[in-house]
């Protein structure tokens, strides 16, 4: 199932295939699921302990006493809840999304499942394979990252010097754009280093990124669709939940204002981290994979993004078992 205009495609993915996908990685999803809405309670639990204790301190005081220690309250139990998902973040990478993605690549490829093995299991095993740590499949992602905002820059500067009226507001606007397509690319590039088997996290994840680089028309363009996608989707869902969030805020002590809001946005979410994001990284999986069928990294592209990105230097030393060298000329990325 492609959607397509007079003239071409609109994308190059199949929806079809990917939801196919999702279904078969089930428990992948419904692990994402229970993580991501757990993580949503957690905000809503603590936050309302917060605002409770809040409004008990309050009752030493007057009206207005009460209303700001109950949201001072609030605010302290939702910076709580942050603090912790902050820390916990390179293991929700390691154990949740890059399993996925491991089971995701090897159904793509035609690979059975082991027996005898879950599938959250295996996911788990294959990415201890490439990656011997969380910290280092996280420290590979943020280099990624890094090196990717390199390439969107480029896209960005091209616009920058085009003689387009109010080409500067563009720019503003690309780059916030940008910013939501890309967010689904490095967990492509992790692909890519599950799909080649290599041992050298580093290694692979600089070819992989050059690979990126010499097709970065076709990706951005496929990653912008998906986003619009993803974005309208969620938004449908932050509306649906406004509701029941403004009940929950209501069952609170003191009525927490803005809590509403607050948290329809956490339920929305939730939605998009544990089902419709892994729906466009595997759409995008498939774009990927058969464009860069029988390529190899191109020479020109590795040394561009040498010298624009720092991250990629970084990135390209550890492959090679080097420090990072600095290049005084080079532009930081």
Known sequence: MRAGVTGGCMWDFSVGRAMGLMMQTLPFVVLRMAVYFGITLAYILVTGAGAGIGFGVGALGDAGFQAGSTFWGGLIGFGIVGAVMYWAREYILYIVKAGHIAVLVELMD??????????????????????????????????????LRAITGLVRGILTILPIPGARQLTGILHAFLRVAVG?????????AIRTGSTNPWGSAKDALVLYGQNYKVMLKNAAWLAIIVNLLSFVVFLVMLAPAALVVYLMPGAWAAGGFVFALLFAWAVKAAVLE?????????????????QQPDAEW??????????????????????ARPDASAQPA
């Open 302 to 323: 590795d040394a561009r993004l040498e010298q624009m990105s720092g991250k990629f230097r970084e990135l390209k030393a550890r492959a090679f078992g080097e420090r």
């Open 110 to 147: 035609g690979k059975p499942m082991p027996e005898g093995r879950s599938q959250v299991g295996h996911g788990r095993v294959v990415v201890t394979e490439r990656f011997a740590q969380a910290s280092v499949l996280f420290a590979v992602d943020q280099l990624i990252k890094g090196v």
């Open 184 to 192: 689904f690319i490095d967990e492509v590039i992790l692909a890519y």
């Open 278 to 294: 892994p729906f466009a990284i595997t759409c995008l999986m498939q774009v990927y994979f058969k464009t860069i069928e029988g």
